[in-house]
């Protein structure tokens, strides 16, 4: 079954709105969400909005910081996915990204030689 089926990503989405910018959300895009939770400790999944360029996306945020971006389709996938692995989900304009997240990029700048 693909996750398209599974997630709805098709049937909750209603009419087909591709942002101008963007491209359509892809079952590649949901499986590594999926992958990136199970490889990791501690994620959490940060929705953001649908804005003209982009469709909607969820970020996951692991324990130490590390994190992904992807394409979701609608809020209502991302809270399907997050439930079916037991863990939490937050909008992110309420709650705004976790400070592990930002300290990550920060460790990241640090680390990367100087060109």
Known sequence: MRWRDRYGIRRLRGRPR???FDRPTTDEDIEALIA???SRRGVEFYVEPETFATNTTAVAVADDG???RRRVGAPSVIHKVARDLALPVYDVQLTGYPPRMRAYN????REAPEP
Not at 106 to 109: I, L, V
Request: hydrophobic share 40%.
């Open 66 to 68: 590390e994190w992904t």
């Open 18 to 20: 591709v942002a101008k």
């Open 106 to 109: 920060e460790r990241r700048k």
């Open 36 to 38: 990136f939770a199970k």
